[in-house]
């Protein structure tokens, strides 16, 4: 919250977007799909340990309702030492660095896993953060959780990202997220925030379903 001008610290003060509607209907989701999910994420958490050696999930700082960095659970889809691989190939390929500044992704990164780009392409990664949605710290349906040096990127659309929870899925992943620029993805997730509605959640949690089985709408 350090970064964020007076205004915008002041229109965060209220509610996150949906109120008490939204939040129920978040914890019913997440709750249910937990426990349809686990016998999937008991199997991933092994393959990972036994494919890598490593940990199995990992977490990130993101940007949350009304400025509060959380740490947004993923299943770990990178190598162990991801940064410094990262660091090595942009310097040997520095055509490559325009996109990674970009967009904060790479096409072929060579930091993720054979097992990684499965659970990415299907999606598998992001179940952890349903504990996120039953924390508090991120609603099923909602804008891409951003990490803080994105917030500047989000521009007039910034107090739009801080009234509400980031999502596990939302207008990006139903848009086709991976092949989305920068300032589209802003948009939608602007769009979102000005016409949202449980019935609008309900339909982008239905077309989920279908998103995620295609592998080229997928991350």
């Keep these: 919250m350090a970064d964020l001008s007076p205004s915008l610290r002041a229109g965060t003060t209220n509610p996150p977007l949906g109120g008490i509607s939204k939040r129920f209907m978040d914890l019913v989701v997440a709750i249910s799909a937990l426990v349809m999910a686990a016998p999937v994420m008991i199997v991933v958490a092994l393959l990972i340990r036994i494919t890598t050696g490593g940990p199995a999930m990992f977490s990130h700082s993101r940007v949350g309702f009304g400025g509060k960095p959380f740490n947004c659970y993923k299943f770990r889809t990178m190598v162990a030492n991801s940064d410094e691989v990262l660091k090595a190939y942009l310097e040997a390929n520095p ?20 097992l990684g780009w499965i659970l990415r392409k299907s999606s598998l990664d992001e179940l952890p953060q349903l504990f996120n949605v039953i924390r508090g710290d991120m609603s099923c349906v909602g804008p891409r959780p951003i990490v803080k040096d994105e917030l500047k990127r989000y521009g007039d659309h910034l107090e739009e990202y801080l009234r509400t929870r980031p999502g596990v899925t939302g207008l990006w992943q139903v848009s086709g997220r991976s092949s989305m620029d920068y300032p589209s993805r802003v948009a939608l997730d602007s769009q979102y925030v000005r016409n949202w509605s449980i019935w609008l959640d309900l339909a982008i949690l239905f077309r989920t379903v279908f998103a995620v089985m295609r592998f080229d709408r997928a991350s």
Excluded: L, N
């Design 95 to 114: 055509q490559v660095t325009a996109e990674w500044e970009e967009t904060h992704k790479i096409r072929d990164d060579p930091r993720v896993t054979s």
